[in-house]
């Protein structure tokens, strides 16, 4: 069974770069059609869909965050990665690294594999 954990600092001050790896096993990053996610869930709100890298490494980001957000993946660590620039307090949530086969990235019942969860705390 494929297993998903995320790792990265706890605490990112207003402004900074916020960085986070997910670290695959049971399975390869590069296995065809599969595609690797970030979410993540604000305190006291629903999750929210960020972005996702493919299989093949193309890339696909919600369009409210585009601009600060970058993903990319280490096929031979077999990791996937999330940064997302210029935080403020309303980026503090827990984020989630999770696994799907499409692009219907809003339909959370679509992945098949889920980290634990890691808090994210933006706060000077």
């Known amino acids: 069974q494929v297993q998903l954990q995320e790792s990265g600092p706890g605490l990112v001050k207003p402004s900074q770069t916020l960085s986070l790896t997910c670290t695959v096993s049971?399975?390869?990053?590069?296995?065809?059609?599969?595609?690797w996610s970030w979410i993540r869930r604000p305190p006291g709100k629903g999750l929210e869909w960020m972005g996702a890298?493919?299989?093949?490494?193309?890339?696909y980001y919600k369009t409210s965050l585009k601009s600060r957000t970058s993903i990319s993946k280490d096929n031979s660590k077999n990791q996937f990665t999330l940064q997302l620039s210029s935080v403020t307090p309303e980026d503090t949530a827990v984020y989630y690294c999770?696994?799907?086969?499409?692009?219907?990235?809003?339909?959370?019942?679509?992945?098949?594999?889920w980290g634990q969860g890691t808090q994210v705390t933006v706060s000077s």
């Open positions: 999770a696994r799907s086969l499409g692009g219907n990235w809003y339909d959370y019942t679509g992945y098949d594999s």
């Open positions: 049971g399975g390869s990053i590069t296995t065809t059609n599969w595609h």
């Open positions: 890298i493919g299989y093949s490494g193309g890339t």
